[in-house]
């Protein structure tokens, strides 16, 4: 592992901590040039499936993009980094368990949506506005609609 200040090969593990699900190991390191210290966090590399894009292309599984909408759609929101990691892993989790090689992006995107629509009405209707791309304000208020009726419901 390379150290971040002095670019050092050589270091020694301090710390090692592993998560509550027993998925991640988090080591406290030293350098052995400079002294630094730093966080590397250690995670089994799962098979996943590649994505097929909308225009048929197809990539890996990009874990990262799913995280910064998500953050995209949490900003100025009552949510903690913590649940936000916390879906992103379950919606990486659900579909390493898919078993599937390939799996579409709306697929995604839909495990997705209804993962916010549970954690937040107000970063669901976010999420849900750029990726179902409303073509206009009545699409948007039937959503709207739709959630408070959902509400109702439930609070009867």
Known sequence: MKCPKCSNMENKVIDSRINKEGDITRRRRECLQCGERFTTYERIEQTLPYVIKRDGRRED????????????????????????????????????????????????????????????????VRFASVYRSFKDVNEFMSELKDILKHKQGAAQ
């Open 61 to 124: 599984f990009n874990r990262d993009k799913i995280l910064e909408g998500v953050k995209k759609a949490c900003q100025k929101r009552p949510i903690s980094i913590e649940q936000i990691e916390g879906l992103v892993d379950r919606v990486e989790k659900y579909f390493q368990e898919l078993g599937e090689k390939e799996v579409s992006a709306v697929t995604i995107g839909e495990k997705v949506v209804r993962e916010l629509y549970n954690l937040d009405e107000i970063a669901y």
